[in-house]
T-cell receptor
Framework: EDQVTQSPEALRLQEGESSSLNCSYT??????LFWYRQDPGKGPEFLFT???AGEEKEKERLKATLTKKESFLHITAPKPEDSATYLC???????????FGKGTSLLVTP | DAGVTQSPTHLIKTRGQQVTLRCSPK?????VSWYQQALGQGPQFIFQ???????QRGNFPDRFSGHQFPNYSSELNVNALLLGDSALYLC???????????FGDGTRLSIL
C-alpha cells in the first residue's frame, strides 16, 4: 500500500532561517511526487512535480529534490508570507489518485 | 483565467440527510477528482471522473457518488450523512495522465 510520511509535523522558523521539510514515501511504481502549499481555509496550491530520482525544481525561495525514498522541500531565507501547511503527495503508475501525507505546518516569524 | 470553482462554500446538514456539492474545473481541464480533508489531515481521494465515467475510486462507501457532465463540471453526492462526514470537500481538475491536479477552495460540510 502506498504510504507518505511528512516530518516534522510543525516547524517554527525565524525570518531568514533556512530549513528543510521531509517527505518519505513508499509506492509501487512512482508516476509523480507533488508538493502543494495550503493556507488556512483554502485549497492546496500546486508548487512542484518531480518524476524521477535526482530531479530538482526551484521556485523563488523553494527548492524540491527527489530520491528513490524521499523528497525534500528546502526553504531558503524564508519570509513570514511563506507560513502555510506544505503537503506532499505521490501518484502511482497504477492509478490517478494523489496519496497525501498529513503535511508540515510552517510558521515564519519576523 | 478562472481556476477551479466550488459551491457552496459552507453547508450545514443533519444526520441522515443527503447533500450535493458542485465543481467547475479550470478552463481547458477535462478530468475532475474529489477529495475529503478532515481537520489536521491531508486530503483523501474519493474518486476521479474522466469522459463522464468514474475512472478510479478510493476507499469510500457507496454513499458517496458522483457525476460528470458534458461540460466537464462535476457533482459529489453523499447520502445518509454521518457525523464523521464533516470535513472540507475538495475538487481538483487536471489534464489527463500525470499532469498536476489544481484544487478549488473546497466546501466546508458540517453535520449536526
Amino acid at each position: 500500500e502506498d504510504q507518505v510520511t511528512q516530518s516534522p509535523e510543525a516547524l517554527r522558523l525565524q525570518e531568514g532561517e533556512s530549513s528543510s521539510l521531509n517527505c518519505s514515501y513508499t509506492v509501487s511504481g512512482l508516476r509523480g511526487l507533488f508538493w502543494y502549499r495550503q493556507d488556512p481555509g483554502k485549497g492546496p496550491e500546486f508548487l512542484f512535480t518531480l518524476y524521477s530520482a535526482g530531479e530538482e525544481k526551484e521556485k523563488e525561495r523553494l527548492k524540491a529534490t527527489l530520491t528513490k525514498k524521499e523528497s525534500f522541500l528546502h526553504i531558503t531565507a524564508p519570509k513570514p508570507e511563506d507560513s502555510a501547511t506544505y503537503l506532499c503527495a505521490v501518484q502511482a503508475n497504477s492509478g490517478y489518485a494523489l496519496n497525501f501525507g498529513k503535511g508540515t505546518s510552517l510558521l515564519v516569524t519576523p | 483565467d478562472a481556476g477551479v470553482t466550488q459551491s457552496p462554500t459552507h453547508l450545514i446538514k443533519t444526520r441522515g440527510q443527503q447533500v450535493t456539492l458542485r465543481c467547475s474545473p479550470k478552463s481547458g481541464h477535462d478530468t475532475v477528482s474529489w477529495y475529503q480533508q478532515a481537520l489536521g489531515q491531508g486530503p483523501q481521494f474519493i474518486f476521479q471522473y474522466y469522459e463522464e465515467e468514474e475512472r478510479q475510486r478510493g476507499n469510500f462507501p457507496d454513499r458517496f457518488s458522483g457525476h460528470q457532465f458534458p461540460n466537464y463540471s462535476s457533482e459529489l453526492n453523499v447520502n445518509a450523512l454521518l457525523l464523521g462526514d464533516s470535513a472540507l470537500y475538495l475538487c481538483a481538475s487536471s489534464l489527463p495522465g500525470d499532469q498536476p491536479q489544481h484544487f478549488g477552495d473546497g466546501t466546508r460540510l458540517s453535520i449536526l
